[in-house]
């Protein structure tokens, strides 16, 4: 099994908003919000064949008790405690992915950094939450790599509420509250 080199590492303040579109108002928000804003999230673009339905699969379900009853090796299954800590999260089509994979990534790197590795092509956002993040992101990385994906891009992040909120807008009316 082919490994990563990790020669980069960002834990940075962000001062835009990223997090997907769940709207305001949603009894559901707050909390997710809240929660995402808590500690570390490590965001990857996955790439491979198929790499949004793959990675799908591998997330399961996003309710972690209907994953653990229909998909019981998937990662939200092993890893999620509930609707809202889930492990992770994955881009929902190869659109999704480019707008999502757009606000963490970017196409160049800001003036003074290394621009990124991100390559934008057959490929799916995939966020780990900070539940995860600090207790087994080195098992979900390798069964990422055990899939057959390349990761091309990492980043660590501790996202501010604002960031959080711009990233759920973009599933605003797409997922069931």
């Known amino acids: 099994m082919e490994r990563i080199l990790l020669f980069g590492h960002e834990n940075l303040p962000i001062s835009h908003p990223i997090l997907p579109d769940f709207p305001p108002g949603k009894p559901f928000y707050d909390k997710l919000v809240d929660f995402m804003t808590s500690d570390v999230c490590v965001a990857m673009e996955l790439i491979g064949k198929n790499a949004v339905a793959t990675w799908r699969t591998m997330m399961g379900p996003t309710d972690t008790q209907t994953a653990q009853e229909q998909a019981p090796q998937s990662i939200r ?32 790197g800001k003036s003074g950094q290394i621009p990124t590795t991100a390559i934008f092509n057959n490929c799916s ?25 390349e990761v091309s891009a990492l980043k660590m992040w501790s996202l501010p509420k604002n960031i959080v909120e711009e990233f759920l807008e973009v599933y605003r009316g797409i997922l069931p509250e």
């Not at 994955?90 to 999704?96: E, H, P, R, T, V």
């Not at 966020?127 to 069964?143: A, E, F, Q, T, Y």
Request: proline share 2%; with cysteine.
């Open 77 to 108: 299954a092993l890893y999620g405690t509930d609707q809202t800590r889930n492990a992770c999260h994955g881009s929902d089509s190869s659109q999704s992915a480019a707008r999502e994979l757009a606000l963490f990534f970017g196409k160049t």
């Open 125 to 149: 956002l995939c966020l780990v939450k900070p539940h995860v993040v600090m207790s087994s992101l080195g098992d979900v990385i390798d069964r990422i790599l055990a899939e057959g994906f």
